[in-house]
């Protein structure tokens, strides 16, 4: 079995140093764009095809994957949908179901006990959104 595509292997198969690669795949400035296409074409001869991404659900992430999807790079979600991304597919929990399951076993430890206070994090993950 092949051994899975690293930095490195892209940076020499495509002539470039390791910070461009870099640069490259979190799409950073100062990168031309005929290396760039260099890059990218070392990472499909290396077989990576994809991306597999757990972020926040921040508008400018979305955008970053909506243009690598559009270069025909897939993407999937985990954890942390971005349902605006074109991702094609979301890896994770329903929040909603979780949180139906959490409010009916509160409802059977403490029915008829006091009031109950709920709370949400202030992280900006998708799921946040929905709970709040």
């Known amino acids: 079995m092949a ?3 690293t930095i490195q292997m892209l940076a020499e198969r495509a002539g470039v140093s390791l910070e461009t ?4 795949v979190n799409d950073r400035p100062h990168v031309n764009e005929e290396i760039r296409q260099r890059v990218l074409a070392a990472m499909k001869a290396e077989g990576t095809e994809g991306f597999a991404v ?3 659900n921040d508008p ?7 243009l690598r999807i559009g270069e025909g ?3 999937v979600t985990f954890n942390s949908d ?3 991304s074109g991702r094609l597919r979301f890896i994770g929990q329903d ?4 949180g139906r399951v959490a409010a009916g076993l509160l409802y ?3 029915s008829g006990q006091g009031p109950i206070l709920t709370t949400a994090s202030g992280w900006t993950g998708f799921g946040s959104g929905w709970r709040s």
Not at 21 to 24: C, E, L, Y
Not at 60 to 66: C, E
């Open 21 to 24: 690669v870099d640069r490259v």
């Open 108 to 110: 059977k430890c403490v």
């Open 82 to 84: 971005l349902p605006e």
């Open 60 to 66: 400018a992430i979305q955008s970053w994957l909506r």
């Open 3 to 5: 051994s899975r595509p």
């Open 54 to 56: 757990c972020a926040v």
């Open 73 to 75: 790079i897939p993407c």
């Open 95 to 98: 929040i909603r179901q979780a």
